[in-house]
């Protein structure tokens, strides 16, 4: 069973930045598509990236496109995401699904494996 495991949250000032990474301890996530949710209190789950296994396509929600990255370091067997131009309202529980068939989903439920998050804080 596949396991995943986030990390590199913290609190971050507005207008910083924070790199969070996926991993996992079984498997290789290079064979899986792998995307990053997160929920706030209060507020419905969010899926903001994915990459595919297939090409590693990536894809991105309007609300962090332009300031977030995603990217496979292949030799760490890691998933991690680039967040740029942090805003307070980035402040969320962040995690990582994967989906064994290497495609992309729209909502956790759809992937086959996801871990407990990692939570984000911007705020000065």
């Known amino acids: 069973q596949v396991q995943l495991v986030e990390s590199g949250g913290g609190l971050v000032l507005p207008g910083g930045s924070q790199t969070l990474s996926c991993a996992t301890t079984h498997g290789t996530l290079e064979y899986y598509a792998i995307g990053w949710f997160r929920q706030a209190p209060g507020k419905e789950r969010e899926e903001i990236s994915c990459?595919?296994?297939?090409?590693?396509?990536?894809v991105y929600s309007d609300s962090v496109k332009g300031r977030f990255t995603i990217s496979r370091d292949k030799v760490k067997n890691t998933v991690t995401l680039q967040m740029n131009r942090l805003k307070p309202e980035d402040s969320a529980t962040y995690s990582c699904?994967?989906?064994?068939?290497?495609?992309?989903?729209?909502?956790?439920?759809?992937?086959?494996?996801w871990g407990q998050g990692t939570q984000v804080t911007v705020s000065s």
């Open positions: 990459v595919s296994s297939m090409d590693d396509t990536a």
């Open positions: 699904a994967a989906d064994l068939w290497g495609e992309c989903k729209s909502t956790l439920q759809q992937y086959d494996f």
